[in-house]
Each structure stands twice: as C-alpha cells, then as structure tokens.
C-alpha cells in the first residue's frame, strides 16, 4: 500500500524508535526481493550495452562519458569532507561554478541563512539555466554537501559527490558549443544543506536525520521559485540524483514524494538505453530533496536514488563511502537515462 505524505511522516517517527535507518521505509521487501532475484537472473544473459551499441538504438541519442563524470567526482572528494559553511564545501563551489562557466553556461549562487539546530549557517546553492525548445522546466538536481561527522573521515563520495559528476557533465553535454538544445528549459542546480546539520558520530550517522533540520537548499529553492508565480508556473518536472553512483547500480523506485508519471519516463527511457537491470526492481519510500517540490504542487518529480549502498546499506554515511565504491559506468548510465527521458518530459510539457 502507498502511504500517504502524512503516514510517511508518521512512518519517519515509527523509524525512529525502531531505530531504522531515518529517510527510508520500504513499501515491501517481500516483492521487492522476488524482483530483484528476476532482475538478476534476466541480466546474467546481457552484457551492458556500449556507447556505441546505444548510438545506433537511439540514433541521435545522448551518451555521456562517465571518465569525465567520474573525474568531477573525485576532484570534490579530494577537498576532504564538505558539510555546509566549511571551507572544502566553498572549495567545490568554486570548483563546480568554474565547470559550469567553462561551459558556457552563467550559474547563479543564491545565498541564504539557514537557522540550524547548530544556529546560523550561510549556505549558497548554485544554479545555472539552459533554454530549451519549451519554456517549460525541467530541474535537475543534487546536493552537494556532505554528513558533518566528528569522529571520522566522511568523504561522501556516493552520498554528496556522485550527482555533482553527472550534472556538471549534463551541463557539459548543453555546453553552447555542441549547439544541442535541451527539449525542455533546465534548471541545473546543486543544493546546499540536505544533510541534518548536527555534528554527528559516525557510529550513529545512519540515524541521524532530522526533517526540521535538513533539506536547506531544496526548502529554500521552493520558497524562491514561489515568490515568482510565472517562474513557479513554468517548473513542471523536478529530477533529483542522489547516491547514484554505486558500482553496484540499483535504483529504487521511490514512491513517497516521485510521481508515477515521471518514473514511467524514467523506466521508458532506461528500457530503450538497455539499462532496465539497474532501474526500479525495489522500490521504497525515501524523504528526499524532492519533497518541497512535491508538497509545493510541481507535477512530475521523481527521486533517482541507490539506497542500497554496500552489503546492507554499509557504505552510507559511513567512512566507506569512498572514490572506490563508485563506478564512471554507474554515473554515465544515470545520466544517459535521464537525458534520455526529456523528450519524453517535453512531450507532456511543450
Ligand atoms: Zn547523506
């Protein structure tokens, strides 16, 4: 049964007494793991398709190279550790707004004071707008802070460093040189703050989350977009990439806050690119940067999100959440798709 916004909420307290791991509740293992098992024996037959096999299936197609999505990725890791307000976070600002000039886009940072459980912390998301054939937008996201621990390394590369290689390489793939428009506008955008901002103890990150304290920049976004009704009329599509960058790819279909509409897209497209293996064979109920968007009334949102990171989930929000657990083929597969599916999302928005 899908559970309303309300018992999410609700489902989010029974999570923590239960001592669940906070952000996720599974609509069904049962199912989920009867799919998974198909899944996996479907896939042992294929080879993933290569760039070139996908060229000739979708003829004019997109195809990102996942080096260079990877790259990105690991040049933020090597700043360290990057919680909102620290200076390794400005680091990859910088870095991610150096990218987006360099292909010839003009992000915008739009600053803000977020009234954290910690106090006041100064955070800055970055954005950047690509005009496409609709007016119509399409906003693409990711959060680009990670997990403030005290007692550990946590370098978030899956959690905090994944969306950022593949957007940046999206933003790439838009770049005014290669004279491809997007079939609908796209906001690029890269949140601060979608981590709960208490300094937390690694043993206990994975149960650290506080709804009051956490999704900042995303929170922040709705509440600018709105104050312009004629810009808040024109977002239709919200597309948020979390932890997408697992060697071993599976996202799940979340169900919570994403729209069945916009997950058909994503399914379609993942179909026609022959990546179907690593999409939606579990699905579960995830609070996720897309939730504002949702609650705010955008019509088409969906969360792309592998939260099964490492045996049992391990590698998350843990010392292990490093360069060597993420794949370029994991990070150009996600990207692949979601290009992939704009014109599916233009054909419902032109
Ligand atoms: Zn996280």
Redesign the pocket.
Known sequence: MRASVADGIAGRENARVNAQPMRRFWKSWIPAAILGLISIQASCNKTAASPEAIEQKTGSAPILDGMRCFEHVKTVVEFGPRPSGSNELKKTREYIISKLKEYGHAPEEDRFSAKTHRGPIEMINVRAEIEGDSKNVCLLMTHFD??RVFNAKFL?AN??GSGVGVLLEIARYYSPEFKRKPPMSLRILFVDG??TQNNANINEAQHDWNIDDALWGSRHEVDRVRKNPKDFERLKVVILLD?IGDKNLNIEEETMFSTPRTIGWIRESAKELDFSKNFFSISSETVDDHKPFREAGVPDVVDLIDFDYGPNNQY??TAADTIDKISPQSLRIVGDVVIRALPLAAKQWP
Do not use: A
């Open positions: 990670t997990k978030g959690d905090g979608e981590e932890m998350w929000h």
